[in-house]
């Protein structure tokens, strides 16, 4: 063998031997079996050792030769009847992971037990996904050894292989992936906290519990960025806050920068966060801003993909709170009129209203449930604007194409999750895409 394939092997071993410890002669379930867990079971293969593996999932169409298979309804109920138990994001167990005699852990938990030191985790409400592909964009322009995975849909699994000793790890985490985690990032940034995924936890107190994992854990040679704004979570904290305030920003905004494709005062604050992380790691200014330049703007995220008639069409469909929305209404300077509306998971929608009375928004279209919330919120935004209520997205983008006018810009920002009508936010995203452009 060349040394050449013999390092890689060498570099992964770490985690391989972790994987090895804590599955050997243990009864192994993998609950959840999407993307993570298909990758959850690749690697229990590949390290064998476990004494039998089982899968448990709400859908009953699964089919998986050699392992043990609990579908449908009442799943969850044999968690007890395992050692070792791999949860993938976005399950909700019937009981606390200290109720169970099995042991709960996660993808996430066990990297980052062997690699947290290694690593750059990235969470929030808003932005996280921006943010963290940003960061890796810089540090692999800038010639670093980086890789990128997490909630940005590559499981940390299919990395290890990737992972040397020089490798900065980026991780896009969510509040799923954080929710039972036990260790934290060298480096953790938290963007920001608004009211979501209360659907999932019921209270926005546990849905913030679940975000501060990702510096909890954390000791006195860890860094933690965050805002002003949640400075007060930070009480106690063993690590070194820093909260970016972009006076070493080799700019004061994005329109300064000729060439980069980023818009609004939010990804100027993203922005801050990232020149601040990557400083750890020695990109200068210039590497900096030559990567920007580079940086296209991910889909579903205030992305202009049409101008008709004059008229510009944006696609926000990663909207899914009122300060996102209000974000993109302070991006985009020609905007006249916004699409709102969603699954209603109770959100207060107060303060979006308040800002739409001030607003320049002249035509404020609202979709699906939570539209029809918030137009019975308010007499005096039926009087001050222009309220089109209509049944759902096609149907908005038909208006919008009959009545934009030119030099404007038609918002799709929702501040509601897609579930219930679309598979997901990339699909509402795409559908409204459709309707616009007929192709």
Request: one cysteine or more.
């Amino acid at each position: 063998m060349s040394l050449k394939e013999y390092l890689p092997i060498f570099w992964r071993r770490p985690m391989i031997n972790r994987i090895k410890e804590l599955i050997s002669d243990k009864k192994v379930l993998i609950l959840g079996f999407g993307r993570e867990g298909q990758s959850t079971l690749n690697l229990l293969r590949r390290v064998g050792g476990y004494k039998s593996v089982g899968i448990a999932d709400g859908r009953t169409d699964i089919t998986v030769d050699g392992v043990s298979l609990h579908l449908g309804e009442g799943y969850q109920g044999v968690l007890d009847d395992y050692d070792v138990v791999f949860k993938s994001p976005g399950i909700v167990l019937e009981k606390t992971p200290s109720e169970y005699r099995c042991t709960v852990t996660s993808q996430v938990e066990q990297f980052l037990g062997r690699y947290s030191a290694q690593t750059v985790g990235v969470t929030g409400t808003k932005g996280k996904s921006t943010t963290s592909t940003l960061i890796h964009t810089v540090l692999s322009h800038s010639g670093r050894n980086t890789v990128f995975a997490g909630n940005i849909g590559i499981p940390v699994f299919d990395t290890i292989d990737s992972i040397a000793d020089d490798t900065i790890i980026v991780l896009e985490l969510s509040c799923h992936q954080l929710e039972y985690c036990r260790y934290s990032p060298h480096i953790s940034v938290l963007l920001n906290l608004y009211e979501d995924h209360l659907d999932h936890y019921g209270t926005y107190e546990k849905y913030v519990a679940a975000k501060m994992n990702i510096f909890l854990n954390q000791q006195e040679n860890d860094i933690v960025y965050c805002r002003d704004d949640e400075l007060s979570l930070f009480d106690g904290c063993k690590s070194r806050v820093v909260v970016p305030d972009g006076k070493n920003m080799p700019f004061s905004s994005l329109r300064e920068v000729e060439g980069v494709r980023l818009v609004g005062e939010k990804n100027y604050l993203n922005c801050c966060f990232v020149h601040s992380v990557v400083g750890n790691f020695g990109i200068t200014d210039e590497e900096f801003i030559s990567a920007l330049k580079e940086f296209s703007p991910l889909p579903h995220r205030l992305e202009r993909f049409a101008t008709i008639n004059g008229a510009d069409y944006y696609d926000d469909s990663i909207s899914t709170t009122v300060e996102s929305a209000i974000n993109a209404m302070e991006s985009v300077e020609n905007a006249d009129t916004i699409i709102i509306g969603g699954m209603d998971r109770g959100i207060d929608y107060t303060g979006l209203v308040e800002y739409l009375l001030t607003s320049r928004m002249e035509n404020i279209i609202l979709i699906y449930a939570s539209g029809k919330r918030i137009s019975e919120m308010s007499e005096e935004l039926k009087k001050t604007k222009n309220i089109v209520l209509l049944d759902d997205i096609y149907a908005a983008a038909e208006w919008a194409l009959a009545n934009m006018k030119s030099g404007r810009a038609c918002l799709l920002s929702p501040a509601a999750a897609s579930y219930g009508y679309f598979r997901n936010f990339e699909e509402r995203g795409d559908e409204f895409k459709k309707a616009i452009t007929g192709k």
